[in-house]
């Protein structure tokens, strides 16, 4: 009933109108009541004092004469509100009375009862109005009258008639005064329910873009207009947080494929396939099922990040990832685990035939070469294949199955995979436990020197080959292609090469004092010596610490050693060769193709590879090649030494090919100085016949 406020502000106006009506009413009749009570008093008065007098003047003329006083008294009795009316003599005796009894039946309790209580004069009590009159004089009273009025029932019948006079004036006062009102009202409110109807319209289209049109100054206008401000402010929230929001979506896809995506080629990466091998190695466990991931990395790609810059070594690795993407089939997990580690974890439980089938033609796709910025550049790969079962399908056992799978392949040569097996953890833990011991072997001299004699051709010895092994203290003596590698790669081979030097340094007395005539003890340097600024001064230094004569030491560095760092390398054995030391180029014939080098390198000789030595027999090409090295040399007035000379058919065709030393197991195998000490220092053709 009350929902509206028109309806509501009407009622309380229809109300308001009739209250104020009805108490104009009241005041009115309450007055009009009020003055007939006041009539009527007046006529008590008026009676009472009209009655005195009457009576005064017949009680002197006719005193005694009772009756006579009633007939003048009793007439009172048709006072139309008269209760009451008693005559008494001065003693408060009745003389005559008119209905006395009713006196007892006033309630009103403040009204006097005896007529010697009651008042002289009109007083007026709530219903009744007692006049008490003395009759004569206060001097010569002869008498008192007492009356009872009962004003209860004053008519006001004037008033009500009055009252229904006036009641269409009323009516159509009430009517209009109401009527303008609720016009007024029903203006103003008209305006807030549009306002109303247009929030409503607003909260149920969503649409902030409406506006209310209400203009008017007043505070409904004032509202509106503020509503109006509101919903500017909704608009610009929204538009804000709706850019935000976007900006977030945005994000959030983009932390996901961080999190996820290599940047570079797209694929998965690193941590979303570990996280996928993990849930799919549980699943496999629970099946009793195998899982089999090949893992690979390209070989060599750190020289050609190196050599040709990193941009040519992201378009490979891109141009790796679509080659590799194109043999896989749906299904197939192809991730870049980081740098150029890839992994491949195929859809279905694969068998090992399958497994390297895929391998071939991983390797296969890549040895086509790949044309980049106008350069073609081969980059092979090498591949580890491991299963989960071997693996006991462990996440990280599994990936580091593969890992040692995948360096078995590349020890073998590159460009090849390698299926696991249980052994390669063997071997691993070996190498692991060598690399780890390096340091402390040097510090406990666990390394021994042993010699190996070159002698020339006419079988003299004229130097030694220091060749070093480990006596270690689990694995017995380990030697050094096991080590030299592990100890390279780890970056602990300066240590190695330092205490050769000093170990060779220390025994050249006793080696000077066994070889007697012209001698030279050769040391092995690594590639990574090379890139070593201090070797130098340490060798100098070392030499001066012992005396010993540069011209005794031979330094031997592979040739591929020497051109790697081909700018420090000469520089390095210019010093050393200044200093009198002999520099020898290891393991000739065997890395570079191109010769042209050998005109502006540091070298004294040649040290032909024992590869060549060992087909001098067997084949026409080792017979042309070693030929041909031997003609090179003598052309560029370098002198050859060949090593691995086993029996005496090589040692003379070398001889006939002006091959200047050799040296090999024929004349002796690497042994510990005590005991070349009591080696021969003259060999015979005749001897080995
Ligand atoms: P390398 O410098 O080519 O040394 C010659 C290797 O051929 C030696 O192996 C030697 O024992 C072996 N050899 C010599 N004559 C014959 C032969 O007639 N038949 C056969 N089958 N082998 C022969 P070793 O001592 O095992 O050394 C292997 C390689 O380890 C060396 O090859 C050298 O590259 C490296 N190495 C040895 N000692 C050192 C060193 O002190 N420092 C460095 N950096 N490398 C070293
Ligand atoms: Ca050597
Ligand atoms: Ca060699």
Redesign the pocket.
Known sequence: MFRTLKTSIGLVIALSMSLLIISVTMVNKLESSESAVKVVKDNTTTLSNVLALQLSLMMERNPGDDALLSSLFQPIKEHKHLLSAVLYDNNYKVITAIQPERVLEISDASVPKSPENVPFGVTQYDNIIAAHQIVGSSLYPMGHIVIYIDISNVPTINNTRQLLKQAPVLLALWVLCTGVCMFILYRLVSSLASLSRFTQNVYETNDYALRSSISSTNEIGKIACNINSLLDAIEVELLVNFEQKQTLVDQQETMSRLANFDSLTGLPNRQFVLDNLKLELARAKRNDEDITLLFFDLDGFKGVNDSLGHEIGDLILIEVADRVQRLLRDGDLFARLGGDEFLILPDRDITTDHAKSLATRLITASNEPFELRGLSLTVGLSVGVATASDAGYDLSELMSNADLAMYRSKARGRGSYTLFTPDMVESHKRKLHIANGIEQAVANDEFVV?Y?VKVNNDGTVIGT????RWQHPEFGLV???EF?PIAEQGGK?TA??RW?INRVCMDMPDLKHWASGPFRAS????GHDLRNNQLFDYIYNTFMLYDVNPENIEF?VTESAYLENFSLSNKFFRRIGNMGCAIAL??FGTGYSSLSYLTQINVDTLKVD?QFVMEIQSSERGRLVTGAILDLAKRLSLSVCA????NLEQWSYLKKHGCDNV????FS??VPINKLMNSPLQYHSEQFA
């Open positions: 042993y190996q080959e220091a060749l070093i030697m050094p292609n030299i081979i190695i090469t050769v040391i092995n340097l690594s031997e290891d393991d024992r090593e691995g000379i086993e040296q090999g197991f024929m195998k690497p």
